[in-house]
């Protein structure tokens, strides 16, 4: 199923929830927000979030530094 990923098209099996997108990425779950179709999920729901078609997500990593 396609969908968009930081403004880029993306295919991902049907039945895939946020918290199996991340890790199929290898993203830490707990150092990103993601907006799901203009809405920000709060990490507490990347397991219950389910991704579907045309669905539009923005992953916005936190970068430490000094």
């Not at 809405?39 to 990490?43: E, P, V």
């Given at each position: 199923m396609k969908i968009r990923i930081n403004g880029e098209d993306a295919e991902v099996n049907p039945g895939l929830l946020?918290?199996?997108?991340?890790?199929?990425?290898?993203?830490?779950?707990a150092a990103v927000i993601?907006?799901?179709n203009h809405?920000?999920?709060?990490?507490s729901q990347f397991p219950?979030?389910?991704i579907q078609e045309?669905?539009?997500l923005e992953i916005i990593s936190f970068v430490g530094g000094g």
């Open positions: 946020l918290i199996d997108l991340l890790q199929k990425r290898q993203i830490n779950p993601i907006e799901h809405q920000i999920i709060s990490c219950n979030t389910p045309n669905d539009r």
